[in-house]
């Protein structure tokens, strides 16, 4: 029995990562110009900061000039508008990351539809999503882009393979089938009310797992040889490993995919990775296209 090749999240945005630190290199001896990426938190949420500070690390580390605004959890919905129309008037600021989830007390759409839309970095603007589905030039939600990259790498030119997208998100399934569309893949989107839902997802060669429903697509879900992406972050119980232990689980159940699927990624370790290194890309495309320069091709 053949077993599914593991696709490396982790050196794949390594990559990333090291290609737009050379390209940030090249820019600014060129140039003269540092991008810069503001990123916004509302609140105390234990996951956010963590990811505030990954992201944040990650910046520096790519050459890139990182501006942190961390506002507290009762800060006035106009306080945090002020604050991103100042963003957006300053010109060391080449991208805009506001993180979510925002307090109960803001509005999350008004927010990302106050971020000039050449500064959305997370392509979250309705300028962005517009452009992105008529084929325009468009700052693209770090997640489905990320996939984009891995498919493209383990399986080449995808015209012509039927891909389904199980989620319909706007932060992942919709963009993910957009950017499908424009590889020429034949794209279906399916999700929890879909009917025989398990026939449809053994009718793709490429399986885009990103309903956040731990373990739902089993080993009998996937086509024989299909690449499976699986966006899926879950935490379950972990009995095995004591009282009160957790652990990361994807979408898919990984275990029985294995010997099913041609290539897959892991939870955690897979699409994780690409989702920071994806948003640095994003800002030095959006500072070259800010500043009237080519954008480098990452």
């Not at 950017?179 to 893949?185: A, D, F, G, K, Y």
Request: hydrophobic residues 45%.
């Amino acid at each position: 029995m053949s077993t599914a090749k593991i696709i490396d999240g982790k050196s794949f945005a390594a990559d990333l990562r090291a290609r737009v630190a050379e390209e940030i290199s090249k820019i600014k001896q060129a140039h003269g110009l540092t991008p810069g990426l503001a990123v916004v938190l509302v609140g105390e949420d234990p996951a956010s900061q963590v990811y505030v500070r990954n992201k944040a690390q990650q910046t520096k580390e790519a050459g890139m000039a990182s501006f942190e605004h961390r506002l507290d959890v009762t800060t006035p919905e106009a306080d945090l508008l002020a604050l991103i129309e100042t963003l957006n008037t300053d010109t060391t600021v080449h991208g805009i990351l506001v993180q979510l989830p925002l307090p109960e007390h803001i509005d999350e759409n008004k927010v990302l539809s106050a971020i000039n839309p050449d500064k959305d970095v997370d392509g979250f603007h309705l300028m962005n999503v517009g452009r992105l589905w008529t084929g325009g030039e468009s700052l693209v939600p770090c997640t489905p882009y990320g996939c984009l990259l891995m498919l493209k790498a383990e399986l080449g030119d995808l015209t012509g393979k039927r891909a389904l997208i199980l989620g319909r998100s706007n932060i992942v399934g919709k963009p993910m089938a957009a950017l499908l569309l424009q590889e020429s893949c034949t794209v279906s989107i399916a999700h929890s009310r879909t009917e025989d839902l398990p026939a449809r997802c053994r009718e793709a060669d490429i399986l885009v797992a990103a309903v956040g429903r731990p373990l739902m697509v089993k080993s009998d879900w996937i086509k024989p040889g299909a690449t499976v992406i699986d966006v899926g972050i879950n935490r379950i119980d972990a009995p095995e490993r004591g009282d009160g232990k957790t652990r990361l689980v994807g979408d898919v159940d990984f275990e029985g995919a294995l010997s099913v699927a041609a290539a897959i990624t892991p939870v955690p370790g897979g699409v994780g990775p690409m989702t920071i290194a994806c948003l640095l890309r994003n800002t030095v495309v959006a500072a070259c296209r800010q500043s009237a320069l080519d954008a480098p091709d990452l």
